[in-house]
């Protein structure tokens, strides 16, 4: 077969590795244990999926090992997964606060390449010692360096 005759690989224009829509990603395998009575992803294994990769995310950009989940915004259920199959979780910081972080959630089924669900807004919020918010001092999303301080 030639190459002109091969044919094109499936294109989807939501989904694409350079996509600058999200700038934090995570992959999950969907197991038996993350099922529903359906046999479908369970969306509570889903949003605390989403929850702890917020959470890490949120903790590098703010650069604080204190970091809460403040507020998560609708969540639109839009189609699900089966056991077996893959999902990738995208993550984009779209606001910096004086104490805070604002980024929206994008989840994707690799097999069947539908989007999952979306998420407007999540926020995290640094904490200091004492459990009240504290300016963290960034504005700009980080991709070279990790902004956690070490631990002694």
């Keep these: ?5 091969r044919p094109a690989a499936p294109q989807d224009p939501q989904i694409s590795e350079d996509d600058d829509a999200v700038n934090f990603r995570t992959r999950k395998w969907v197991k038996p ?3 529903n009575a359906n046999g479908t992803l369970f969306g509570g294994s889903l949003l605390r999926w989403i929850d702890e990769e917020a959470a890490i995310y949120a903790m590098l950009q703010l650069g604080s090992y204190r970091a809460v989940t403040k507020l998560i915004s609708e969540i639109n259920f839009v189609s699900s997964a ?3 199959d893959m999902i990738e979780m995208g993550l984009k910081a779209i ?3 004086r104490t805070s972080l604002t980024m929206r959630a994008e989840v994707r ?3 069947t390449r539908k989007l999952i669900l979306s998420i407007d807004r999540i926020v995290f ?4 010692e004492d459990g009240a918010p504290t300016a963290h001092g960034y504005s700009e999303i980080t991709y070279r360096r990790d902004r956690l301080p070490g631990r002694s």
């Design 125 to 128: 919020v640094a904490l200091d």
């Design 109 to 111: 089924n690799m097999i």
């Design 1 to 5: 077969m030639t190459s002109e005759n």
């Design 82 to 84: 089966v056991q077996g």
């Design 95 to 97: 606001r910096f606060g």
């Design 33 to 35: 244990e993350d099922l």
